[in-house]
């Protein structure tokens, strides 16, 4: 049962989290900056911020899950069901492009707003990328709908589960940006993603329904 529990927790955070970084914001920072400066470091810098992000949303998730259990699973239908009837509604609104030309420039916009101060970027220390990543990556992040879902699933699933699902969504999706992020953001299909994400949180609705009837 603990184990069944575990895997539920970990397949909702990797899939939920995980597919919802493919073509982000966070996914084209990550790319740019590594066109600039060391894969390692900006993998590093993104990385560790979006597992500060997830062990924060965990934990709030945690103070979420002291309220009674059908509050959070009305909760979970409510935030599930929204995000999943807006994505389909965002995904049969596109065309068949497989670009995500405004998340890259909101991305490059936030990368050009840090520079603004910055005498010559390039001539950043190792810690100094690792470090621009990290803030870059974070605030972006914040009040993301990831975050937001992984509170959410914290509340109700194993909190363990929920961060490593989570945690190997995000290595894997920082991982393809810095490696191969333009070319693979190329080849993505932004109004497939979207639309397989928004079945994705229906069918979680659905589920968290379910129990809540149960």
């Known amino acids: 049962m603990i184990f069944s529990d575990l895997l539920t927790a970990f397949t909702a955070g990797l899939l939920l989290v995980g597919l919802a970084e ?12 590594a ?6 470091l900006v993998f590093l810098g993104a990385f560790a911020a979006l597992a500060m992000m997830t062990l924060l949303a965990v934990t709030m ?3 979420i899950g002291f309220l009674p259990e059908r509050w959070v699973h009305i909760g979970e ?3 599930f069901a929204s995000f999943g009837l807006k994505l389909l509604y965002d995904g049969f609104r596109m065309g068949n492009s497989c670009s995500s030309e405004d998340e890259e420039e909101e991305a490059r916009a936030a990368i050009a707003s840090a520079e603004a101060g910055q005498v010559d970027p390039q001539a950043l220390s190792a810690l100094g990328i690792a470090g621009k990543t990290f803030g870059l990556v974070f605030l972006g992040e914040w009040g993301d709908r990831t975050q937001i879902t992984t509170v959410m699933l914290a509340a109700s699933h194993s909190p ?3 961060a490593l699902g989570a945690l190997s969504g995000f290595f894997l999706c920082i991982g393809l940006a810095v490696v191969a992020g333009r070319l693979v953001a190329g080849r993505l299909s932004e109004r497939f993603i979207t639309l397989f994400a928004g079945v994705l949180f229906m069918a979680f609705a659905l589920g968290a329904a379910v129990r809540s009837f149960a």
Request: charged share 15%.
């Open 35 to 40: 066109m600039n400066y060391s894969r390692r």
């Open 61 to 63: 998730g945690q103070v």
């Open 160 to 162: 363990v589960g929920v």
């Open 77 to 79: 239908v409510v935030l």
């Open 22 to 33: 493919l073509g982000d914001k966070t996914f084209f920072i990550a790319a740019l900056l």
